[in-house]
């Protein structure tokens, strides 16, 4: 079949994976496929690890240059800077604008920080993924003569996780660090259970990390971070303060919680343009900024895509309650959690070991 019609995938996350992958689909509904997106996807699954060393950066992407030759789509390396959707086009970083019959983002989430971002160099939000990595080459560079103070600010699973990792890095790196995780609440890991934010905080003060409850960031007019409102005293500061929907997707909806999008997946005023992952707000309910909502929504993108070239039936999406989430306490360990349940040991890295090499398997061939 001839392709006279043009769908763009904007943004190289999750669920835009699989749409590549079974790009046939479009293809045959006689669609060219386009994705715009940087050269690689950083697993986010395996990014603690990489910051603990346990995994190299290069076990953590996948080449969106490979994949989208393998499949037939056309790869724009690179961004949107903006939508214009009354008229169906795209504009690009280069200054380019492509038309689309059917636009998908899957653009992602960037930590939660004023903006402009403020200049202090100490400074080191935990997205783009690809900084983590920075993070730990840069740490295991460090000469000094006294003790590295890092601080990682955020007790959620992210901040939790990333202290795990920088402990265990401190140990098989042999650094001199004094490690700090601040947060803002009275507990960490406040959704979770309580036994398992207690198991997790014994463990990572046994490994020498500082707990600071009810501790806020924050920063001067100059950009300067602040804990507490006095002066951070720290060399690195980690910011683990929660997600939010990358800059473009919070200018596409009438509130700035990301992209709009109905059961679908599809913009309520454009329905040409589609929305998944942690830059969508699905509109029948708020969605926890986690990968496995991507991934769950992926296949039924990919038929709502076709359908919509088509003017076929669209599904909806109806997201699950309850999710795994696993965490890599960076000690060999795991802490599973699951609504109320939670498991910690051995056994639970392994299981997080084994779903995260199979979906990164799964990707690459
Ligand atoms: C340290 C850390 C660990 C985490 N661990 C887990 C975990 O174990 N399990 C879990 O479920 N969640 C985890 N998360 C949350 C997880 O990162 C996100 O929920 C998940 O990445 C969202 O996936 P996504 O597909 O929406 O976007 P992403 O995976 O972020 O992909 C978006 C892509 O779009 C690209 N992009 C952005 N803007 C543009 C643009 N304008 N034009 C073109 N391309 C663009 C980006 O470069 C990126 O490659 C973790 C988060 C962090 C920070």
Redesign the pocket.
Known sequence: MTANRHVVL??????HLHVVRAAASLHGAGAQVTL???RY??Y??L??AVVGGSREPAEDRIDLAELTQRCGVHWHDG???SVRANERKLVLDDGRVLDYDVASF????EVDLPEPLPSDPRLWP????AG?ARLRAELCSQRRDSPLRVTVVGGGP?GC??MGNLAGLARREGLDVRLTLCHAGDRLLPDAPAGAARRVAANLQGRGVTLRAGCRLGFTDTGEARLDEAPAEADYLVA?TG?RA?G?ARTLGATSDGIPVTATLQHPQYPTLFA????AHFLPRPLP????F?VRQAPILQVNLAAALNEGVLRAYHPQRRYL?ILNLGDGTGLALRGRWWWHGRLMLAWKHRLDRDFLQRQRC
């Not at 904007?10 to 669920?15: P, T, Y």
């Not at 935990?126 to 993924?129: F, R, T």
């Not at 998944?276 to 830059?279: A, L």
Request: aromatic fraction near 4%; hydrophobic fraction near 45%.
């Open positions: 904007v943004g190289g996350g999750h669920a715009v997106a940087p996807f950083w986010s699954g990014a603690t961004s949107v800077t899957n653009i992602g989430s935990v997205k783009p993924i983590l992210t996780e990333v683990a997600l990358v473009l998944v992952g942690d830059c900024r986690v990968g496995v991507g989430t």
